[in-house]
């Protein structure tokens, strides 16, 4: 179990691959791709925050993603086609509690890639990284009650359900509900072990 994060994992930025993809740091060309998933309103759509309208508001979030990191604030990885890098996604940890080896985790993909299995090889490759080498000890997503989608992906990795807070978010002029999930490290070993 673990009980302290490995702090160690911020020494230099932790580049995964998969079979298809690899999850890399931010670089400044990535900012045009991340435009365009936060100023999509597909992409957006179970998001619950402002569309991007601007492409300086993208670079300012790749900028702030890369300082989370050198601040060991959190880690944001972009989701890229191992063949040619360009980005795909992202998908990133952060609002880390330390003390309490817990993270919370965002992702998204460009509408374009859905369908394709890319978001399934991230968390199969990204979620053992985040128990076994950064020593969290558990994950939280909170997610959109009408992000069907979403719901099944965390299922599929044994996330539970653990809160349905009603209206307890107000966004665009009227209240939403959160859903809150989350994976403990064991569940996670005892769902994928054989």
């Known amino acids: 179990m673990n009980t302290s994060i490995n702090f160690k994992v911020f020494d230099s930025f932790p580049v ?5 993809l690899v999850f890399r740091e931010y670089q400044p ?3 045009m791709v991340l435009f365009k998933i936060r100023s999509g309103y ?3 759509k179970f998001m619950d925050c402002h569309l991007l309208k ?6 300012e979030l790749v900028e702030q993603s890369s300082d989370s990191f ?7 990885w972009i989701i890229a086609d191992h063949l040619d890098n360009k980005m795909l996604g992202y998908f ?5 509690m330390a003390d309490h080896c817990r993270g919370e985790i965002g992702y998204a993909l460009a509408s374009e890639n859905w369908g394709k299995g890319y978001m399934k090889e991230t968390f199969a490759t990204i979620i053992p990284f985040l128990f076994s080498s950064f020593h969290l000890h558990s994950l939280e997503a909170n997610i959109n009650q009408d992000n069907k989608v979403s719901q099944s992906l965390l299922e599929s990795f044994n996330f ?5 807070f009603h209206e307890n978010y107000f966004f665009e002029g009227k209240f939403v509900d959160s859903i809150i999930y989350s994976l403990l490290e064991d569940r996670f070993i005892d769902a994928n072990s054989d």
Request: proline share 0%.
């Open 29 to 31: 060309e990535d900012a």
């Open 42 to 44: 597909e992409e957006m």
């Open 54 to 59: 601007e492409l300086k508001e993208a670079q």
């Open 70 to 76: 050198y601040q060991k604030k959190g880690i944001n």
């Open 160 to 164: 539970m359900k653990e809160a349905h």
């Open 92 to 96: 990133g940890v952060w609002r880390l």
């Open 16 to 20: 995964l691959q998969s079979k298809r």
